[in-house]
């Protein structure tokens, strides 16, 4: 059996060997966990192998580097970014100094000449902005370059698409956020802005009074035109009351003269039925001319026997001679009496 010198001795003799092997395990851990790579989504890593382009990782899965001999040179963002530059002095064709800054939309499409195109690339595409935005705006005037935004951002798009392919860098969309002109330029355009409103108020309150003219001057007209067919229908309709009056009274009249008519006629009638003595009609004819002389018509009917007038005479004294005798009133003139009975009759 071993003693505790021996064991001891040992155990001197093998502590540095634990703590040596202790010590590589964990460097070889440490360079193996740090040559394992996940890449996330949206992103890929630049390989570079003893100091050269290798590979690019897209995503998909854990990558391993070799140690030693493989690194991971960049990693690119491959979502699209955006890049708010400050604002750049410009001046227009009419000589105009205003503050323009722009916002750029851009995405990486190639990570190798992304990684080895251009050292700064974001620094090359804000000079390339300016630049570019003096060049376009010097053309411009100031209300052509305030009304031109659309057209600016198309043209600068175009041109820093181009310029900046050899980067891998796709510019998306490029905007002008703010256009700032000189205070004085400012307060000019305040005034002409207030001015045109003016004007246009000027011109609606115009319009305005024209169509309420015209709508007053049509609703006179309607009413005009309303009370005209009124009149005139009030006037048809009086013609027509006038007319139905008129016929309703000529039928009447019609109907009355036909009532005399037939009293007449059945009066003749009953005349002829009860066969009148000569006598009687004597004294009608004589009632007959009393009533033609009584000094209410114009004409006078003389009868053509004016020759046998003392005939006539002569019958009515009889007649007035057989009066008293069919009457025996105590009137002193049955003449007369006898006549105004005949009247009634």
């Avoid at 020759?307 to 007369?336: F, H, R, W, Y």
Wanted: proline letters at 5%; a neutral charge; aromatic letters at 4%.
């Amino acid at each position: 059996m071993m003693t505790v010198q021996s064991l001891t001795a040992v155990m001197a003799v093998s502590m540095p060997l634990v703590i040596a092997i202790v010590v590589v395990v964990a460097i070889l851990a440490i360079i193996v966990i740090s040559n394992i790579h996940i890449v996330p989504q949206g992103k890929a890593f630049v390989i570079e192998h003893l100091g050269s382009y290798r590979k690019t990782w897209q995503t998909g899965g854990i990558k391993f580097t070799i140690p030693f001999l493989q690194k991971v040179s960049k990693k690119i963002n491959l979502m699209e970014q955006v890049a708010d530059f400050p604002p750049q002095p410009v001046i227009t064709k009419d000589n105009v100094r205003m503050q323009i800054d722009t916002v750029v939309f851009f995405q990486i499409t190639d990570c190798k000449l992304y990684a080895y195109g251009h050292t700064t690339p974001m620094t090359a595409i804000e000079n390339l902005t300016s630049t570019t935005l003096r060049n376009i705006i010097g053309e411009l005037e100031l209300d052509a370059t305030l009304t031109s935004r659309d057209l600016i951002n198309t043209q600068m798009r175009a041109i820093l698409d181009e310029a900046t392919d050899p980067w891998g860098i796709k510019v998306t969309r490029v905007e002008l956020k703010n256009i700032i002109p000189p205070k004085e330029i400012q307060d000019a355009m305040e005034k002409q802005m207030k001015a045109e409103r003016e004007r246009r108020e000027s011109i609606l309150r115009a319009e305005g009074e024209k169509k309420s003219a015209i709508l007053v001057a049509e609703g006179q007209k309607e009413a005009a035109i309303l009370k005209a067919e009124a009149e005139k229908q009030a006037a048809i309709l009086k013609a027509e009351a006038l007319k139905e009056a008129a016929i309703r009274e000529a039928e009447g009249e019609a109907e009355a003269i036909r009532k005399v008519q037939e009293a007449t006629a059945a009066g003749i009638r009953m005349i002829n039925e009860s066969n009148p003595s000569e006598a009687v009609l004597t004294i009608k004819s004589l009632e007959a001319l009393q009533k033609v002389a009584d000094g209410q018509a114009t004409k006078i009917i003389i009868p053509s026997d004016i020759q046998n007038m003392a005939g006539l005479i002569t019958s009515i004294k009889e007649i007035a001679a057989d009066t008293p005798v069919q009457k025996p009133a105590t009137s002193k003139k049955p003449a007369p009496k006898s006549t105004d009975t005949s009247n009634a009759k």
